[in-house]
């Protein structure tokens, strides 16, 4: 009998200890409450966040401990913003900032995952095309940073020459 209260017991659930993150991952600064310091920084930079879409929303787990990250997204027409926290319980550690699509790659650097923005800045306002580009983001202890050996910059197309329109329309005619 007493060997089948202990399996209702253990059945019906309890507080299991929080995982523990990957060994030797100090997160920096304070631990937040990520929308209303999202806020924050935003109006800092001289962002108002009502000018645009502003949510909250689940990120992959950064730091190896098994719970969900958080990002708080800002987009303003075809710009997007997304602030960075890995949470330790309720609240979470501002880890850094990201403008453009964030994916999460399986590598990590310092204990967190690395990150890859698509980067488009060269293709706003182009005629012809552009080919996006993308950087990889590490964390350096303190904060998301790009490593400068793993950018690849956006770059226009060219728009072909008339002469090269002209006379591939003589061609195909």
């Known amino acids: 009998m007493k060997r089948s209260l202990v399996l209702v017991l253990l059945g019906c659930g309890g507080s299991a200890p ?3 993150p990957v060994a030797g991952v100090a997160l920096p600064g304070a631990c937040v409450e990520p929308m209303a310091d999202a806020t924050s920084r935003l109006g800092a930079i001289g962002i108002d966040p009502g000018a645009g879409t502003f949510e909250v929303s689940p ?4 730091d190896g401990d098994s719970l969900t990250d958080t990002k708080v997204f800002f987009g303003l027409g075809i710009e ?7 949470k330790r319980g309720p609240c979470g550690h501002f880890v850094g900032d990201a403008t453009g699509a964030v994916r999460i790659e399986q590598t990590r650097t310092k204990g967190l995952r690395d990150l890859v923005v698509a980067e488009s800045a060269d293709c706003e306002g182009s005629r012809c095309g552009c080919e996006p580009g993308s950087a990889v983001l590490v964390f350096d202890g303190t904060a998301y940073v790009a490593d400068p050996a793993r950018v690849k910059p956006s770059r226009a197309t060219d728009c072909p020459d008339d002469a090269d329109i002209d006379a591939d329309l003589i061609i195909a005619a």
Do not use: C, K, Q
Not at 80 to 86: F, G, I, N, R
């Open 59 to 62: 990120l992959e787990d950064l």
């Open 80 to 86: 997007e913003h997304s602030l960075l926290y890995v």
């Open 18 to 20: 929080l995982p523990t």
